[in-house]
């Protein structure tokens, strides 16, 4: 079975901290999401990378970065996390990139729930 | 700016009872796919469906992708108290990416 493992389920910061989330797949996918989820908004895609050392922005990446210095792990960094980015941080991975109108399945992870204060 | 519209938002119904959700869009997909979400839990695919007017089967789950593969439904016979959830919706855009559904988040009472 895919596992998909977030280090933190839960989390409480103060505005201005650095925030580490981590993310874990053991199923050697190449393709690592970073999305959030919001009431009424559903997934919104933070990030995306498709190899090590190698990333794409998503929709919304703006206060964000992320790092994959391996191919199991996928960072996200919240380099002085405000208020507004209280939200549920949901960790995604799938295999190789989509052949023309073929889908991958994107395995997630449980979610870390993060409250900035 | 691709969107995916979900209705009903919220949904309560009695054990027995059939529903079905919609997905819509003014966009076209390559493909579509459902999740469902429950409380604590990251979404699980049920389904991916890829050509147009396709409809695929899952035991009392029926999905179906519009014809012109903008839209999706999917429609629950006899739901069960274990149908309960957050259902999603994604359309797939591009090479990787996915836009996802505002989601709608089913109860099913017993």
């Known amino acids: 079975d895919v596992k998909v493992t977030q280090s933190s389920r839960y989390l409480v910061k103060r505005t201005g901290e650095k925030v580490f989330l981590e993310c874990v797949q053991d199923m050697d996918h190449e393709n690592m999401f970073w999305y959030r989820q919001d009431p009424g908004l559903g997934l919104r895609l933070i990030y995306f990378s498709y190899d090590v050392k190698m990333k794409e922005k998503g929709d919304i990446p703006e206060g964000y970065s992320v790092s994959r210095e391996k191919k199991e792990r996928f960072s996200l960094i919240l380099e002085s996390a405000s208020t507004n980015q209280t939200s549920m941080y949901l960790c995604?991975?799938?295999?190789?990139?989509?052949?023309?109108?073929?889908?991958?399945?994107?395995?997630f992870g449980p979610g870390t729930r993060l409250l900035v204060l | 700016t691709q969107l995916l519209e979900q209705s009903p938002q919220f949904l309560s119904i009695q054990e027995g009872e059939n529903l079905t959700v919609y997905c819509n869009s003014s966009?076209?997909?390559?493909?579509l796919q459902w999740y469902r979400q429950e409380p604590g839990e990251g979404p699980v695919l049920l389904v991916t469906?890829?050509?147009?007017?396709e409809v695929k089967k899952l035991k009392r789950l029926t999905f179906q992708f519009g014809d012109a593969r903008k839209d999706s439904s999917l429609h629950i016979t006899a739901a069960q108290p274990g149908d309960t959830g957050l259902y999603l919706c994604a359309g797939a855009s591009g090479t990787y990416k996915y836009i996802f559904g505002t989601g709608t988040r089913l109860k099913v009472l017993a």
């Open positions: 469906v890829v050509t147009g007017g």
């Open positions: 966009s076209v997909f390559s493909s």
């Open positions: 995604a991975s799938s295999f190789q990139l989509r052949l023309a109108g073929g889908p991958e399945t994107q395995y």
